[in-house]
């Protein structure tokens, strides 16, 4: 089994199989093709047939600061990566969106701090040994497990970094078919699929907490004079133990939504769902998304990123 099919399993034992560097082809060198009596014109040779292109995630992303803040607190981070040749592996990519909190200078510094925290360390412990096809050990931690790890890295760098700023922070890796998610405040994600819109992620603001305990209804949870105040967030309270994940396999041609409050507290989400499905392509539903709030008001930074597996 090789590096690219163990983190779709967990802690497999098997060893990874010998790497055959792939057989490169010399082309022969041209000949002289003698005419054909009569002025006949020869048939050219049959074409070679060509290898089929990886197939590639595409994704767009905005980013904007809305129509009522200063600056813009929110941060996005994506990275896809695709290697083409005859052994490649498949599509690798990771997006990040958070939303920080704690005044101008502090809310975007953190935010920036716990993105590229978190997306230094899944590159070093899943990305690069991807690409270094280093030996497998049974003791090597999944990607759910990197996720988490890397969250808690963030809430560490983020504290001793940015003392007065906390963020959001929601992660997505998709790799093959799967989807896996970790997450910690109120940014969102979203998986879209034959028209229905899912919420994979849960908020973690106090009036999102008050109606899961039925204190409230959805109705007041969304008129609650507090909303906004979060009882989890990156680079806040005690150390960090609880981060929500969650793994999907995604069919082909579903899509993946990431995005701040500034988005989904503004435009309802049957609005979200029209525009990206009257929308071929990523980046310009992306920008479409990001007009929609700034028309509700703009109150809040606006950030989505939106991602479309292959057909």
Same mark, same amino acid.
């Given at each position: 089994?090789? =590096? +690219?099919?163990?983190?779709? %399993? ?9 790497? &055959? ?22 048939? #050219? ?11 590639? @995630? ?24 695709? =290697? ?22 502090? $809310? ?12 230094? *360390? ?51 890796? !998709? ?9 910690? $405040?109120?940014? %969102? ?23 899961? !305990?039925? *204190? ?13 105040? @979060?009882?989890?967030?990156? $680079?806040? $309270?005690?150390?960090?133990?609880? &981060? ?13 939504? #990431?995005?701040?409050?500034?988005? +989904?507290?503004? &435009?309802?989400?049957?609005?979200? @769902? ?13 920008? %479409? ?23």
């Amino acid at each position: 089994m090789s =590096i +690219w099919d163990f983190f779709r %399993r967990p802690r497999p034992d098997k060893k990874k199989e010998k790497h &055959v560097e792939p057989e490169v082809e010399v082309a022969e060198p041209a000949q002289q093709i003698p005419p054909i009596p009569g002025g006949q014109t020869r048939p #050219l040779p049959p074409l070679e047939e060509s290898r089929p292109m990886p197939a590639r @995630l595409k994704y767009g992303q905005a980013t904007d600061v809305g129509m009522e803040r200063s600056g813009n607190q929110d941060a996005l981070l994506t990275l896809s990566g695709i =290697i083409e040749s005859a052994d490649s592996p498949p599509p690798f990519g990771m997006f990040v969106v958070a939303d920080g909190m704690g005044g101008h200078t502090d $809310g975007e510094r953190a935010s920036f701090v716990a993105a590229t925290t978190l997306a230094r *360390h899944v590159t070093n412990l899943v990305y690069l040994p991807m690409l270094a096809e280093q030996e497998l050990s049974s003791d090597q931690p999944t990607i759910p497990e990197v996720l988490e790890e890397a969250m808690q890295e963030a809430d560490r760098r983020v504290k001793a970094r940015v003392p007065e700023g906390g963020t959001t922070l929601t992660a997505a890796i !998709i790799y093959r078919n799967l989807l896996y998610i970790a997450h910690v $405040g109120d940014s %969102r994600a979203y998986l879209i699929n034959d028209g229905n819109m899912e919420l994979i992620t849960r908020d973690h603001s106090l009036a999102r907490r008050l109606q899961e !305990i039925g *204190h409230l209804t959805p109705d007041e949870a969304e008129a609650y004079p507090q909303k906004n105040v @979060l009882y989890r967030a990156i $680079g806040q $309270g005690d150390m960090l133990e609880d &981060v929500d994940r969650a793994t999907r396999r995604l069919l082909p041609g579903s899509q993946l939504l #990431l995005c701040s409050d500034g988005l +989904w507290g503004v &435009v309802n989400d049957q609005a979200i @769902l029209k525009i990206i499905e009257e929308t071929a392509d990523v980046q310009e539903a992306c920008d %479409r998304l990001i007009a929609a709030a700034n028309q509700a008001g703009g109150p809040d930074n606006i950030t989505a990123v939106l991602v479309q597996m292959p057909l």
